[in-house]
């Protein structure tokens, strides 16, 4: 949603703390968050970094003093952060592709038209939001080319609130399609504020520090109800749907309720924190097998049917094909020198400095400085995720990366959040260039000394 506002000359209404925080939980009510027209909606998602931060910490002190260590992993943390990033560039460039679907069709084929300041409509389209994304979210999981876009979420072995930024880049081009009926009678206005609602609210659910919440399982989607959904476990595969809500499951049958301890991620782990396999992997995995099955039908079945359908085999596949969890499952997590681990977050961290520059500036730049800034985070990304796999080729990309960063930011096409620091990441970014181009030297006479 971070170009959900157009330039229209229609101002966009101030969030109070408070109602800001409070929107994670979707504790907000009709009257404070009914616009008029979409241009007045907030955006709610993006104005809501700093509480992000502030419940990641909340979780890490928690977590500490629960189990005395923290819940998450550098290289996992950072390649969840990553995604995140990676999935809200495509808003810098062009309003949000579910906004702009849905007021097309309410534009044009629209068949009533809900008074948007009704509190009746408020809570229709709360329910009506919640159901489109319990069906988007099911079909995500039971039909393949869906779920090679849903995977990235599943993709981390931890389960923490890093994990709900794991986004898929691609997820939101399909999404749009289960929420347009309501376009027939329900206002854009309101369904912005549903739409960023929903999703805020699955922020906090992404935890193991919150166990049970009583009463309200039944009716909400919580911690522990989504851990199930998370988990590789053969009784949590296509579970626990819901968005907000889980009487959809309870409904159509997709409930469970945790009991064993939940080993999370993928049945078949993807081992690895480069950015674009952890996007794309899947992607591989059904063009390959597209082309090698036999016959024309069973072509078009690996694209519909499940991910673990093969000729044979039920829709969603066998279950006797889940791997057992044995209880001694071990995260990927290759071991990174505390050096490399600090270089990795301070870098990270400096990114997304200009990352908070580009959608705070995005209405004033050229299409340009635009791409070219998309075009820099996303090659930092990609570096980082070579250094935390420590892959031979991370030297060279990072050399380029920080050339480049040096290059964009002394022609003006990269600026920085923090604008007095800038001498500063002048001189970090030549310490950078110089140290990686001594490990692109050891590394040639490394292999000169080998070939001889």
């Excluded at 300041?117 to 919640?130: E, N």
């Excluded at 990795?344 to 730049?365: G, K, N, P, Q, R």
């Excluded at 030297?395 to 002394?410: K, V």
Aim: hydrophobic share 40%; proline share 6%.
């Amino acid at each position: 949603m971070a170009a959900a506002a157009s330039s229209s000359a229609t101002p966009q209404r101030a969030v109070s703390a408070s109602q800001q925080l409070r929107s994670l939980f979707y504790a907000v009510s009709p009257n404070e968050s009914s616009f008029r027209d979409v241009e007045e909606v907030p955006e709610y998602v993006n104005q809501a970094t700093p509480f992000f931060i502030a419940l990641l910490l909340l979780e890490f002190v928690v977590s500490w003093a629960q189990k005395g260590r923290s819940s998450a992993r550098v290289n996992d943390g950072i390649t969840s952060l990553s995604a995140g990033v990676l999935s809200q560039l495509p808003d810098a460039l062009s309003r949000s592709v579910e906004l702009t679907t849905y007021i097309y069709v309410w534009e044009n084929s629209r068949l009533l038209e809900l008074p948007w300041d009704s509190p009746w409509t408020w809570y229709l389209t709360f329910l009506g939001v919640d159901f489109g994304y319990y069906w988007f979210h099911r079909m995500g999981h039971e039909i393949n080319f869906l779920w090679a876009a849903h995977q990235t979420h599943h993709s981390s072995e931890d389960y923490n609130l890093f994990t709900a930024l794991r986004q898929s880049l691609v997820q939101k081009y399909t999404s749009w399609v289960f929420y347009l009926p309501m376009a027939l009678f329900i206002p854009p206005s309101v369904y912005a504020v549903h739409l960023q609602f929903n999703l805020l609210y699955q922020f906090w659910i992404h935890t193991e520090t919150i166990h049970n919440l009583g009463p309200l399982e039944f009716i909400l989607n919580t911690p522990s109800h989504h851990r199930v959904h998370h988990g590789r476990n053969p009784y949590c595969i296509d579970k626990n749907y819901g968005g907000a809500l889980i009487i959809w499951d309870r409904i159509f049958g997709t409930f469970a309720a945790e009991n064993e301890k939940v080993v999370y991620g993928l049945t078949h782990p993807i081992n690895t924190f480069e950015l674009f396999k952890v996007q794309f992997h899947h992607y591989i995995y059904i063009w390959n097998t597209f082309w090698n099955i036999p016959g024309f039908c069973n072509k078009i079945y690996v694209l519909f049917k499940g991910p673990g359908w093969e000729p044979g085999k039920p829709r969603l596949g066998d279950p006797a094909d889940i791997p057992e969890i044995t209880g001694k499952e071990v995260p990927y997590s290759p071991k990174l020198p505390v050096s490399l681990c600090v270089y990795v977050i301070i870098h990270f961290i400096l990114m997304l400095t200009c990352y908070t520059d580009l959608f705070a500036t995005t209405s004033t730049l050229s299409q340009l400085t635009l791409l070219l800034r998309v075009g820099y985070i996303i090659l930092t990304l990609t570096s980082i995720g070579f250094l935390m796999e420590q892959r031979p080729e991370a030297p060279f990309l990072e050399t380029s990366r920080c050339t480049t960063f040096l290059g964009l930011y002394t022609l003006g096409y990269l600026k920085t959040y923090v604008t007095p620091l800038s001498v500063t990441y002048e001189v970090l970014f030549f310490l950078s260039v110089a140290y990686w181009g001594v490990q692109i030297m050891k590394q040639l006479t490394s292999s000169r000394a080998k070939s001889q």
